[in-house]
């Protein structure tokens, strides 16, 4: 029999999980509430069972955009049944969307999960009570470990072999469509079922947040985790592992490459273009791969462990007057790995505003893509304070990024203050399993984007370069690329870069922003010849702010429904980083440099 | 009237009544926050504002503005 299961709960409840047991998928999952953004589709191994995963939610109102979503799913006949992830140590909030569950005409299972903290915790749940009582089978299962989830899948089996859909009131006369009244239910249900011990001693999350959320201690804690994360990420030791692995491609396969298509009697064209294109385009990026990895796992732990949450917590008021929320931090830290899963992680945000604002300042978050631009450029011509240089343009992008917020929340996306309401979940300890996912979900990212995009892109401009409009080979005067380049150059020389090299740097890094180096090693020549000190420094904070990089742009569009939004977003930053670049080009000439 | 914006830390008190408007409403409510609940303030942010407070085993931060909605007894 072919089956189709939705899993639903509340956000951090384990679904994904659960997700990820059942059908041994690798979703990455978060400890902040609003991990699952989208709806996720997986089959079970061996079956004709599909499963999919909700975006959490804490009820099935239609007044949120999340909540509409999987209500609308749940609703449409495609899933047989509905398996309501429960977070057995949180029971009785979770309670509360089981059931709004049971009115909406499908089998429910309840997967009781983290059942396994539940009885290390020294306490008990009554199963059989909770199942009288709601009228539905409860499944103790432990998806962290995997227990129990076969029982699981065969009560849903036997749920729509019965059809059971008992209403919130089969066991209750009080008419119970108001929260207050489903809440006394799962009250109810849960003081009857659930031996707590009362010990009343605070937890270790408890004390954690004592020091963590401190009236004095927090902000100076946060500001020095923040300062670690960029200092180990961009330490000595992760600049010298990227060398190596930049002398790597340089040396070893490149030295390869040539000795094998010398010896095939390659002709010459290709050896150019394994070498000078596709060679230099690549090396040039994945060199970057060290720094992204340590980057995306010390991102990992932040959220895995539970302090981004709390991060958000902390700034909420910091962050009022620049018309955003402290949700919208979590976001913007996700901009610092890539804008594109940033902008999909507003979905959590409370309000259409909030989100519009985000989406539109979280592209100014520096990317581990714009890396590998300010890395070249510090290293050449700024050699003894490359980290200053890479920790200012860092510190530059979240300023303009907050700045923008000031003034596009009192311009173009004007509105009503909404509330800030979160869940604050307890601590847990980072899983060693799910931060690899999550590092290897990112770092795969990359290189997949080094193996398809940045490779085609490196063809395209090597091919530009080798050639001219009328396909002979080219001199760096006539190549195509060296025509294109001189006909945007005017454009850029206010900011000190009109040759045309940087400008064809810059157009095609809007395919994406590892490209600007790409470009810059292919088209070959000394960065000397085309910058100054002056005009290096320009070139960075250009990259750093213009134009998103075309995934972004398409997010944009995607997430606001709306091409005059992307366009408005594109327009936006090139304006902004045009000026922040004049600005930064004629001080530094002044000031002599 | 007493709301939760008034609780001191540590102080505890009981929901009687939610004068937010409708989605606001829905949205506390959905929270657990509804009339008889009992909730606790467990902390204030570092620029005193939001605050953190318990309510049905889990902790739930919102701010002052907001929980000035809340009346409690």
Redesign the interface.
């Known amino acids: 029999m072919e089956y189709t299961f939705a899993l639903v709960g509340n956000p951090n409840s384990g679904k994904s999980t659960v997700f990820n047991e059942l059908t041994g998928s690798r979703q990455y999952v978060g400890n902040w509430p609003g991990v699952t953004v989208e709806k996720k589709e997986g089959m079970i191994k061996n079956t004709k069972i599909t499963i999919i995963d909700l975006p959490g939610t804490?009820?099935l109102?239609p007044?949120s955009p999340e909540q509409k979503i999987a209500r609308d799913y749940i609703k449409s006949g495609e899933p047989n049944a509905v398996i309501n992830v429960v977070d057995a140590t949180?029971?009785?909030?979770n309670l509360?969307l089981t059931t709004q569950l049971l009115d909406l005409d499908i089998p429910v299972v309840v997967a009781l999960n983290m059942m396994d903290v539940v009885e290390k915790n020294g306490e008990e749940i009554d199963v059989a009570k909770l199942e009288k009582r709601l009228g539905i089978p409860f499944i103790p299962i432990s998806a962290s470990k995997g227990d129990n989830l076969d029982n699981l899948i065969e009560a849903a089996i036997k749920a729509v072999a019965v059809g059971n859909m008992p209403t919130c009131c089969s066991n209750c006369k009080k008419p119970c469509h108001?929260?207050?009244h489903r809440?006394?239910l799962a009250?109810e249900a849960t003081r009857d079922a659930y031996k707590k011990k009362n010990t009343g001693k605070p937890t270790i999350s408890d004390k954690i947040?004592k020091i963590l959320?401190?009236?004095?201690l927090?902000?100076p804690i946060f500001l020095i985790i923040m300062f670690s994360v960029f200092a180990i990420t961009f330490g000595e030791w992760s600049l010298f592992l990227s060398d190596m692995v930049r002398n790597f491609f340089d040396g070893f396969i490149k030295n390869a490459f040539q000795i094998v298509l010398t010896y095939l009697n390659s002709p010459s064209w290709l050896m150019s273009l394994v070498s000078d294109g596709i060679i230099a385009g690549i090396g040039g990026i994945l060199a970057f791969l060290p720094q992204i990895v340590i980057l995306f796992f010390l991102l990992a732990i932040l959220e895995d462990s539970g302090y981004m949450v709390r991060a958000?917590?902390?700034l909420?008021?910091?962050m009022r007057p620049f018309g955003l929320g402290?949700k919208a931090f979590i976001p913007m830290v996700i901009g610092f790995g890539c804008s594109v899963p940033a902008i999909m992680a507003t979905r959590t945000l409370d309000s259409q505003r909030e989100r519009k604002l985000t989406i539109l300042i979280a592209p100014f978050m520096s990317c581990s893509a714009r890396l590998p631009i300010y890395v070249l450029f510090a290293g050449t011509f700024f050699a003894s304070y490359q980290q200053i240089i890479i920790f200012g343009m860092y510190i530059l992008g979240m300023v303009v990024a907050i700045v923008s917020g000031w003034i596009l929340s009192r311009t173009v996306v004007r509105g009503e203050r909404t509330?800030?309401?979160?869940?604050?979940?307890p601590y847990r300890m980072p899983t060693v399993k799910n931060t690899l996912l999550h590092v290897w979900d990112r770092v795969w990212d990359f290189v997949e984007r080094a193996g398809t995009i940045i490779l085609i892109a490196s063809v395209v401009v090597w091919f530009c370069q080798a050639f001219t409009f009328t396909l002979s080979t080219a001199t760096q005067d006539n190549s195509i690329i060296s025509s294109i380049g001189r006909l945007i150059a005017p454009i850029f020389a206010p900011l000190g870069f009109g040759d045309w090299r940087a400008s064809v740097a810059v157009l095609t890094g809007i395919a994406g922003k590892e490209i600007v180096v790409a470009t810059l090693s292919i088209i070959g020549g000394s960065l000397a010849d085309i910058f100054n000190t002056a005009s290096a420094m320009s070139f960075m904070v250009f990259t750093l702010l213009y134009i998103p990089c075309v995934a972004t742009i398409a997010a944009v569009k995607s997430e606001l429904k709306s091409t005059g939004w992307a366009v408005f977003a594109s327009a936006y930053q090139l304006v902004v980083a045009w000026i922040f670049a004049f600005i930064i080009y004629n001080l530094m000439k002044v000031v002599g440099l | 009237m007493k709301t939760i914006a008034d609780l001191k830390v540590g102080e505890k008190a009981t929901i009687i009544n939610l004068t937010a408007e409708k989605r606001l409403y829905e949205r506390l409510t959905d929270f657990g926050l509804t009339d008889g609940c009992e909730v606790e303030v467990i902390r204030a942010a570092p620029l005193g504002d939001p605050i953190l407070i318990k309510v049905r085993g889990c902790q739930i931060a919102l701010r002052k503005a907001d929980s000035a909605l809340i009346e409690v007894r």
Do not use: C, Q, V, W
């Not at chain 1, 949180?90 to 909030?93: H, M, Q």
């Open positions: 804490y009820s109102r007044s949180n029971l009785e909030r509360f108001t929260s207050a809440y006394n009250n947040d959320l401190n009236k004095y927090a902000i958000a917590f902390i909420d008021r910091a402290g509330e800030f309401l979160l869940e604050i979940p």
